[in-house]
Structure formats: structure tokens, C-alpha cells
């Protein structure tokens, strides 16, 4: 999959919400995830989920862009994790932005596992 996509979902049974992105995700895409990731600190749940699963292509841009996302979401006391179905390409950018050291962050094998652990965590 090479052509970008982004959609949010919330999940109310873990007062979740998930952002999954697809395709080439580059500061192109930036304008199309700003407004997901603002109506998803508007909605006041326990935290995040960045569903990187179907990621093809992170350049430098778009892994600042994540970087940005954690920040948002962890200055309004909100928890955020990822899950990459094994997608050692994701796995890889993850590891490259640093967020594999951050104490509270964690990456998942799959999203409900990854919504299971936010709804047991606090910010």
C-alpha cells in the first residue's frame, strides 16, 4: 500500500481512541493527521493508540511528525502507545525516533492488545 490514509476511532469500552495510518507517511500527510490527532485530545479519553500496522514509508518528516503526536497527547495527560502487527519496517522508525526508551511508551504486536494496556495505564 503506497497511497497515504489516516482515520480516527474511538473506542469507548477502553476510553480509547485509535489513529491508524497507512501508506507513505511524510510532512505531506502532516495536514491530513493535525486534525485527527486535535479532535482526539479534544475527546478527553485515557489515550492513544498509533496504529502503524500498514505503514509502507516513513521518511524523517513524518517520523517528527509522530514525535509531535506523542508530545500533544502526553501534555494533556494523555497516554499514547502504538502497535505494529509486525511490521519491522514500523518497528524499526519507532526505534529510530526514540520512543521505545520513553518509560511509559510501548509498542504491541496488535491494537486491542495495545487498547488493553492504555485502559489498565495512566498518563
Known amino acids: 500500500m503506497y497511497v497515504f490514509d489516516a482515520k480516527l476511532t474511538k473506542d469507548d469500552e477502553h476510553?480509547?481512541?485509535?489513529?491508524?495510518?497507512?501508506?507513505?507517511?511524510?510532512?505531506?500527510?502532516?495536514?491530513?493527521?493535525d486534525p485527527l490527532v486535535a479532535e482526539a485530545v479534544e475527546c478527553g479519553c485515557r489515550g492513544i493508540v498509533l496504529d502503524l500496522t500498514a505503514i509502507s514509508f516513513m521518511d524523517s518528516a513524518g517520523m517528527m511528525v509522530v514525535l509531535s503526536i506523542y508530545?500533544?497527547?502526553?501534555k494533556?495527560?494523555?497516554a499514547m502507545t502504538c502497535a505494529t502487527a509486525g511490521n519491522r519496517y514500523a518497528e524499526q522508525k519507532i526505534q529510530e525516533i526514540g520512543?521505545?526508551?520513553v518509560p511509559k511508551f510501548e509498542a504491541f504486536e496488535s491494537v486491542e492488545e495495545?487498547?488493553?494496556?492504555?485502559?489498565?495505564?495512566?498518563?
Open 15 to 33: 476510553d480509547v481512541v485509535v489513529l491508524e495510518i497507512q501508506g507513505n507517511f511524510s510532512l505531506d500527510e502532516k495536514s491530513k493527521v
Open 99 to 101: 520512543l521505545l526508551r
Open 114 to 123: 495495545a487498547k488493553r494496556a492504555l485502559s489498565r495505564s495512566r498518563a
Open 71 to 74: 508530545n500533544k497527547f502526553t
Open 76 to 78: 494533556a495527560g494523555m
